[in-house]
């Protein structure tokens, strides 16, 4: 072989050995929540993740419970280590591990359940509360919750890298990588609109298809409600809001003061859609259209 084509080959081998991860990808899966997700100034919320990585036996550090062997059992009598306890019907020893993080994250719980793959993990938040959010660094739960009060709409990032610092995850490449998941509250102060569309629609009759008033305020703070409903459209709009009947009048605005649940319908009068030109709807055939009636919801906080 040629010198610089031996040279070349040594560092194209050399390279293959090292784990950049700078350049591991994100993997897919796992849950990352910050509720409420609509949310009012002083509000408390809790950021919840589950990374959803598999369980493996291979993963533990220490294996079958920290014990030699798995050994099932009916009772703490069953098992013949001693301060070792029956969990969930297998003795483990996993409490003898003095390290917390080490007992946590290498330890199965009930014995044969396995661990997850080593884990690392920090939650940014921007901009930062005050106070700041407490144990924000060195996560190793898979599975968690931390909590904070939030003054303005804010971004969560949960940052995370699932490790092989022991060889122990040699075979399962597809475990290897970051976790990386974001959730964002938005604060309403001190209101927020948002529109209900109830358009249109031929589904063998002509109707106009209702709102949950959960789906268009998701994730709302118990402390909000809808202050006001107005009807934006040159002509009479009839529905009802949670049960209750609703008729507007142009431009009108209607106080209500309602949790932000229940489903909201709407529709141009009656009245109206008679001096409209004539619309065909049915099972089989369509032909023209009717307008759409949507209204504008205003959100606000109440005290806390």
């Not at 990585?53 to 079958?64: D, G, M």
């Not at 003061?257 to 489903?263: A, H, I, S, T």
Request: glycine residues 8%; hydrophobic residues 35%.
């Amino acid at each position: 072989m040629k010198p610089l084509l031996l040279v070349l080959f040594i560092a194209l081998s050399l390279s293959g050995c090292t784990l950049n991860r700078a350049g591991l990808a994100a993997m897919p899966g796992g849950e990352f929540t910050a509720t409420p997700a609509l949310a009012c100034p002083g509000d408390t919320v809790t950021i919840a993740w589950d990374t959803q990585r598999p369980r493996q036996s291979s993963f533990c550090r220490f294996p079958n419970g920290n014990l030699p062997e798995l050994q099932s059992c009916g009772s703490s009598l069953d098992c013949t280590v001693g301060g070792s306890i029956c969990l969930d019907g297998y003795c483990n020893l996993c409490l003898a591990i003095a390290d917390e993080q080490e007992r946590r994250s290498e330890c199965a719980a009930p014995s044969n359940r396995g661990c997850q793959p080593d884990f690392n993990a920090r939650i940014r938040i921007t901009p930062e509360p005050t106070p700041p959010l407490v144990a924000a660094e060195d996560i190793v739960e898979h599975r968690g919750e931390r909590t904070f009060v939030v003054q303005e709409t804010t971004d969560i990032a949960f940052l995370s890298e699932v490790a092989d610092p022991e060889g122990n995850r040699a075979g399962h490449p597809d475990w290897l990588g970051r976790i990386d998941l974001n959730a964002r509250v938005e604060v309403v102060d001190p209101e927020l609109v948002r529109t209900a569309a109830n358009a249109y629609e031929c589904r063998g009759r002509a109707s106009w298809p209702g709102t949950r008033l959960e789906t268009l305020f998701p994730g709302a703070s118990p402390r909000l409600r809808v202050l006001t409903v107005r009807n934006p459209n040159p002509f009479v709009v009839v529905g009802s809001i949670d049960g209750t009947p609703l008729r507007l009048a142009p431009r009108e605005v209607r106080e209500l003061g309602l949790l932000p649940q229940g489903e909201l319908q709407a529709q141009p009068d009656a009245d109206f859609l008679r001096t409209l030109p004539p619309v065909q709807c049915s099972a089989i055939f369509s032909s023209g259209s009717y307008p759409s009636a949507p209204l504008e919801l205003t959100l606000g906080c109440t005290p806390p």
